[in-house]
């Protein structure tokens, strides 16, 4: 399969028998495989887009693929810390997670932005459980820790996130007794430290893990971009590992784009097959990625 598409040559796709006839060769490619699709903040759109997405994941879940959604809400809770007055910013792209900020994260992804998902799932025919990190200790986290150096000195420093953890364990037994009972997972990226602690996690990191314990088929990390572009804005549709590491070295990927490609990484030297990096605002995104020959999106795979 080619993966040559910019999002003005897809084809308008609606859930019809047409469109199912020419899936079916793509579905056997996916029977029984894990996919595990991240749904960014900047992704989710207005109740119509959130349905159209609602409604490729369940069509998944009836062909025989075991979709895992993990979802993120950076936006959401950036706008939650505004309206309760507490000061919020990000260092290295992650977000700096005291207690006041990390009782309110965890209140919009596994409460709210969780539950919805659920909701819009289950209002198109699905079975989703809402989860996060903590049930079940499925992901246990430690504290991120990192270091900037000082440009005049040249002196390391060591700069404090907070609950800002990182995956450590997969205990992927809870997840295996939810697919196996024909359920749709639902995730929020909160996890638990050792001492039981909640930590903030990365969306795209919490996704990595996931799908890496899960050896699955595709990791699909849905965004508000179409891609990866070049430096002309142009959409890449197919990278290795190598080509990721110069774009990130010559300045082409950066700010958040820079922990998505960390993680198709970390996702690909654990076996996930294939990452894509995709539009999440087209409609239907995920079938049109997973069920025909046109792809969307940038494609990365080992080498
Ligand atoms: N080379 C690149 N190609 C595409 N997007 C890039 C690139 N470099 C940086 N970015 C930025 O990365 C952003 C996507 O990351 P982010 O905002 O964290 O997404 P999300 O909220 O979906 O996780 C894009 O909106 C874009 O501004
Ligand atoms: C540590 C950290 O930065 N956590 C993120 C978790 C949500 C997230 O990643 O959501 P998106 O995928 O929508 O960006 C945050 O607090 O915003």
């Not at 991240?38 to 879940?61: I, P, Q, S, T």
């Not at 709210?112 to 659920?118: F, G, L, T």
């Not at 289950?122 to 270091?147: H, I, P, Q, S, Y």
């Not at 800002?164 to 997840?175: D, S």
């Amino acid at each position: 399969m080619t993966h040559p598409s910019t999002p003005d040559q897809l084809p308008d796709v609606h859930v019809q028998a047409e469109v199912l006839v020419q899936a079916l060769p793509h579905m056997q490619r996916y029977d029984q495989q894990v996919v595990v699709i991240k749904y960014g903040g900047h992704a989710m759109g207005d109740r119509a887009a959130a349905e159209d997405f609602a409604e490729d994941v369940v069509l998944l879940e009836q062909s025989g693929i075991k979709p895992i959604v993990v979802h993120g809400g950076g936006p959401q809770i950036g706008r939650m810390l505004d309206k309760l007055g507490i000061k919020s910013e990000f260092k290295a792209g992650l977000r700096v997670t005291d207690q006041a900020t990390v009782e309110v994260v965890e209140m919009v992804l596994a409460g709210s932005i969780n539950k919805q998902i659920v909701g819009w799932i289950g209002a198109e025919g699905g079975k989703a459980v809402g989860l996060c990190g903590k049930d079940g200790n499925m992901v246990t986290a430690r504290k991120v820790t990192r270091t900037t150096v000082d440009p005049d000195s040249n002196i390391e420093k060591v700069v404090d996130l907070g609950f800002v953890g990182e995956p450590e364990k997969v205990n992927r037994e809870v997840l295996d007794q939810v697919l196996s009972a024909e359920l749709i997972p639902v995730l929020a990226p909160v996890a638990v430290g050792q001492d039981g602690q909640t930590y903030n996690v990365n969306a795209d990191t919490f996704a990595g893990a996931i799908a890496g314990a899960m050896m699955a088929k595709r990791l699909l990390l849905l965004t508000d971009v179409p891609g990866v572009l070049d430096k002309n804005k142009n959409l890449i549709p197919e990278m290795t590992i190598e080509d990721c590491r110069r774009l990130i070295a010559d300045g082409t990927i950066t700010d958040g784009m820079i922990p998505k490609i960390e993680t198709c990484i970390y996702a690909l030297e654990r076996g996930v097959e294939a990452v894509v990096i995709l539009d999440g605002k087209v409609p239907h995104a995920v079938l049109l990625e997973l069920f025909t020959d046109h792809g969307a999106g940038t494609l990365i795979r080992r080498g």
